[in-house]
């Protein structure tokens, strides 16, 4: 039982445009969303996170934007960059587990120069 | 400020065999978490501490278990090993408990022939 899900195993983008990652949740008790990434051989890195409380939220050329009737998050990178090719995941928590993060399978992220 | 550390990096058991793998979070975090991440399972959460006490388990049978010292540091032991124990191990931490943000490690690579 997959509870949260990144549909796209990849994404390629041109540097300077936008790349928009997607993640979908099926777990109602999850009120807190976050991206990480990930480069080979190093371990994930925070990126940005949302409460349930918003329906976005910015950080820099970082936007994570949340649907909760949809289920659905999406992060927003402009531009995006050649350094920002790496593994994304997005995580969530809530409930009783705030502490414990289910974590989506990743998209690989391309950004070509 | 140094990160987190994991030791070891790389190891090598056979079927049968336990292991401890270590952890030093990062100075003045007393939360420590380990997640297992597979190629086809993902990013999988195994457990949570603060204060020497556990807080959260995942889905994972009794062959795997944790601990937590005085100081903050973890350490997970696998026992009976088995062929799809094969993977990364990561451990994070962050300042307090419940909280999403965390600080990984590179991770140690566990490798079950």
């Known amino acids: 039982d997959q509870q949260v899900k990144q549909n796209s195993p990849s994404l390629s983008v041109q540097e300077g445009r936008i790349s928009i990652l997607n993640c979908d949740y099926t777990?109602?008790?999850?009120?807190?969303f976050l991206w990480y990434k990930k480069y080979p051989a190093e371990g994930p890195t925070f990126l940005i996170s949302?409460?349930?409380?918003?329906d976005k939220n910015e950080d820099g050329r970082f936007t994570v934007f949340l649907n909760k009737s949809a289920k659905h998050l999406s992060l927003h990178i402009v531009p995006s960059q050649p350094g920002d090719s790496a593994v994304y995941f997005c995580?969530?928590?809530?409930?009783?587990?705030?502490?414990?993060?289910?974590f989506g399978q990743g998209t690989i992220l391309t950004v070509h120069p | 400020k140094a990160g987190v550390t994991q030791t070891p990096r790389y190891l090598i058991k056979t079927r049968g065999q336990q292991v401890t793998l270590s952890c030093s979070p990062i100075?003045?975090?007393?939360?420590v978490s380990w997640y297992q991440q597979t190629p086809g399972q993902g990013l999988q959460f195994l457990f949570e501490?603060?204060?020497?006490?556990?807080?959260n388990k995942g889905n994972f049978p009794g062959r795997f278990s944790g601990r937590q010292f005085s100081n903050s540091r973890s350490e997970m032991n696998v026992s009976t090993l088995e062929l799809g124990d094969s993977a990364l191990y990561l451990c994070?931490?962050?300042?307090?408990?419940?909280?999403?943000?965390?600080?990984f490690g590179e991770g140690s690579r566990l490798t079950v022939l």
């Open positions: 994070a931490s962050s300042p307090y408990p419940n909280t999403g943000e965390l600080f």
């Open positions: 777990n109602s008790m999850f009120d807190y």
């Open positions: 949302i409460s349930s409380i918003k």
């Open positions: 995580a969530a928590s809530g409930g009783t587990s705030y502490g414990k993060l289910t």
């Open positions: 100075s003045g975090h007393r939360s």
């Open positions: 501490y603060f204060s020497e006490t556990q807080r």
